[in-house]
């Protein structure tokens, strides 16, 4: 009997309690994924007909397999098939619009073809299978400002800031929603917000501040700009923003000396210091009392905290050459040079400033120089000429003034320098027949220039027996 109840116990043991469901894939469904790994490597060999021959298979078996359309739709893609790669990425997303790459591949092309309200509906069925992706929220609400859906862009931003906080780049684009709407309150509101979770950072003052003089609110732009220099006092575009106040009011000196802290700051790009010197050095010497002096002051601490940029130094020895100052400015271009010897700009100015204090040692050795690093400039070797010339060298400076008036090309002022310059060298030798023809050359392109007409006069009054020719001019 004991072994009749044993084998029952054990018949009980063997079968299953509750029935267990099969879990092992069909012979469909490996097939289909045997399929699939066949038309991917038909994709990596490049041949897209015979994968899409493939896909359409399984769609044959399973028309519901979301993934053989979107892989159909790249594989036309990538075969210049775009409508049909458009027809099967409209279906894979049918069939799993909570799949993202499914959802963003069709959208790209419906972007493509103008459809922002359609595509603006997929990437809301995207947010709601993918809550924590900020990019989806980003595109969905640029395509409602697309088809101008104003509102329903602010709200994306209001929810993306729910999971994200204030971000500059949701505040900047609801500040141009509500620009765009007419809303100028909330436009401004919208950088404030940055400004209370950022303050700190100094940008977003500017940007309050900028948008306020955008709208003829000057007043509301200078609070702004006290409150940025509240967060940082050397603040350079705050600086220079208040500091406008007093040239406004015609106190240009003051203006000028104002920018002191943004001069000091060597972070401050210099460009930046030279854009508020220029409009002043332009007019010098004709600017109102004091300027020149700030100029003096900021350009020179210009040379202090960029010591390497040869721009500072250029710039400084500009303001002391219209100053006045032209023995100080030629010590400050030789400067410039030693950091950067390639701009032309500052080689004419130190030839210029060693001709006019009449120094013709260093003026035939820095056109020397200059003729090997602009050997085509025809005012350098005009320069080398009067050199010669101030020398007694007329023979050498009649050679390098030929030379510079084949370079002088149309150039009809510079002509006329030359032909000037070369009737004194002529004269030196005593050929006076060139001499004539050059002062004649000269004045046939300005006959009422001051300075030829008077070297004319005197080298023909020179010669004593030509003084009624000397009259006539």
């Known amino acids: 009997m004991r ?19 099969d879990t092992r894939p069909t012979i469909q469904v490996i097939e289909i994924e045997g399929a699939l790994i066949d038309a991917k490597k038909e994709i990596f060999l490049e041949h897209f007909k015979e994968a899409i021959t493939i896909y359409q298979s399984i769609i044959k078996k399973d028309k519901t397999n979301a993934t053989a359309y979107y892989e159909m739709a790249k594989a036309y893609e990538a075969s210049n098939k775009i409508k049909e790669a458009k027809l099967n990425a409209k279906d894979a997303f049918r069939l799993d619009k909570g799949n993202e790459w499914f959802g963003v591949y069709h959208a790209e092309f419906l972007i493509g073809d103008g459809a922002y309200q359609e595509a603006a509906d997929i990437y809301g069925n995207i947010i709601i299978a993918n809550p924590k992706n900020k990019t989806y929220y980003y595109e969905r609400a640029y ?9 329903e862009a602010i709200k994306i931003y209001a929810d993306l800031e729910k999971i994200a906080g204030i971000e500059e780049r949701s505040a900047r684009h609801k ?3 509500y620009h765009l709407m007419g809303k100028p309150a909330k436009a401004a509101e919208a950088l404030e917000e940055l400004i209370i979770t950022f303050p700190s950072e100094s940008q977003y003052y500017h940007l309050l501040a900028q948008y306020y003089e955008s709208e003829g609110k000057s007043g509301k732009a200078k609070e702004i700009y006290t409150r940025a220099l509240e967060m940082d006092s050397e603040d350079p575009v705050a ?9 406004a009011s ?3 000196a003051q203006y000028l000396l104002r920018l002191k802290p943004l001069f000091n700051r060597s972070e401050v790009n210099i460009d930046i210091k030279v854009k508020e010197l220029y409009p002043y050095i332009s007019k010098l010497p004709n600017v109102k009392d004091g300027v020149p002096k700030a100029l003096l002051e900021l350009s020179k601490i210009m040379t202090e905290v960029h010591p390497d940029d040869a721009k500072a130094f250029a710039i400084y020895a500009d303001i002391l050459y219209y100053s006045g100052n032209p023995r100080e400015a030629l010590i400050q271009y ?10 032309f700009f500052v080689w004419e100015q130190v030839l210029l400033v060693n001709e006019e204090l009449g120094q013709a040692d260093e003026l035939l050795k820095v056109s020397e120089d200059a003729m090997d690093l602009f050997p085509s400039q025809s005012f350098v070797y005009y320069m080398n000429g009067i050199a010669h010339n101030r020398k007694g060298k007329f023979e050498d400076a009649i050679d390098v003034l030929e030379d510079a008036m084949m370079m002088s090309g149309r150039d009809n002022m510079m002509k006329l320098k030359i032909h000037a310059a070369l009737g004194v060298s002529y004269h030196g030798t005593k050929n006076y027949e060139d001499s004539d023809k050059s002062f004649d050359a000269a004045l046939a392109i300005d006959n009422k220039n001051i300075t030829v007409l008077n070297n004319y006069s005197f080298y023909l009054a020179s010669r004593g027996k030509e003084l009624e020719k000397a009259k006539v001019y």
């Open 143 to 151: 395509l409602l400002m697309k088809v101008k859906k104003y509102e």
């Open 175 to 177: 500040h141009t929603i």
């Open 239 to 247: 600086s220079i923003a208040l500091a406008e106040s007093m040239k």
């Open 250 to 252: 015609g106190d240009e």
């Open 3 to 21: 072994n009749i109840i044993n084998f029952f116990l054990f018949s009980l043991l063997a079968i299953p309690m509750f029935a267990q469901p």
């Open 334 to 343: 030789n400067k410039t040079l030693e950091l950067d010897n390639s701009v």
